[in-house]
């Protein structure tokens, strides 16, 4: 199979990483990538919002399928262009994708389906949450618990010029919860729980992810979450038309009145793929080829290893992710301590590896037990070294929320 991955983040890298493992393989391909994935297959300097580029190099390449990592090409289209165009497709079109590129759309679709969310409000009065409707990169939601700080957030959520929901402020420890779709089925892909905000203890502002681990030992039968929250909300996708062929990524707030959904995302979590991905066992790739054909069919297995993934940023992430230039040293030592070092921002610069970005890698880790695997994850991340690094050192320190 001629695969092209679209993306550039240390998710795809940790898919092309697995990809390259599958007997079922033969070229790998991605646009734009990184110089971790072009160490798996070759990269062309097609961006991931250029459905005309990404168009014109699968038609090119004869590819067989294209796996979508990031939201923008898919809330932009970019795989209905291909479907048209007869290429195989893991990742929604536009219509479906809409559930993570737009709250008020996903809230309407999952009041119609009948699956279990933060009520909305009519009034911003404290405590509440406030959210802008469109992709906002993780910064459209304020959590309020002060008139202040509904006041602050109702001039920012308007800031991004759509419309803003109000709903009523959950309590307690959050999840990812992630399906593979083929339109019609959805079918059990792991869960994860990523800190995201960009502090130890929690504290400060919120980020893309700053770690993850997985499996998530208090879940339980997250089999059976799937039938409860994803399977409805596809089959009302499909009702209106809207058929999600991708992954679905349901972030859930496990209250005491039961789960109740966050919000969707249309594609894998990152950094949640990079504790996910070396956890699974049997052929991703044939499973992705499977769902983006209407054969989505019974789970992967998923191995009994634990598995941490620590993300190392530059200095000012989240304010700024354009870190760019500084060398990057030790990732063979990381690796010969076990870990897999995926690769998000970087670039090569006169035949080095630089920084160019804001989360730079992320480090997996994987053992026995979590409490294993995350001091593996940290010992690896203890060899890599440049200028300016920042990451967590609380990761799957309380494995709770
Ligand atoms: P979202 O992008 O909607 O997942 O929101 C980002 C973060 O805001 C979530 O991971 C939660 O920590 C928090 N959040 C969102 N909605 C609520 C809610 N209704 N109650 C409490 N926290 C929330
Ligand atoms: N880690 C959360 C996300 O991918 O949106």
Redesign the pocket.
Known sequence: MRVLLVGSGAREHALAWRFAQSVRLSELHAAPGNPGIARLGQCHPVRADDPDGLLALAVTLSTDLVVIGPEAPLVAGVADELRHAGIAVFGPGAAAARIEGS?LFAKEVLEAAGVAT?ASLPLARPPC?I?ADGLAA?KG?F?CTTGEEVDDALLKATGFGGPVLI?????GP?VSLFALCDGRRAVALGAAQDF?RAGDGDEGP?TGGMGAYSPVPWLDAPEELVEQIHQPVLDELARRGAPFVGCLFA?L?LTEDGPRV??FNARLGDPETQVLVPRLEGDLLEALDAAATGRAHEPLRQGTDAAVTVVLTGPDYPERSDYAGAPIEGIADAEAAGAIVFQGGTAMRDGRLVTNGGRILSITALAPELELARGRAYEAVEQVRFEGVRYRRDIAAVAGG
């Open positions: 709250k933060a949450v959210k993780g939601v959590v709903e009523e402020l959950l309590h959050e995201k919120n972030g707030m966050l919000e």
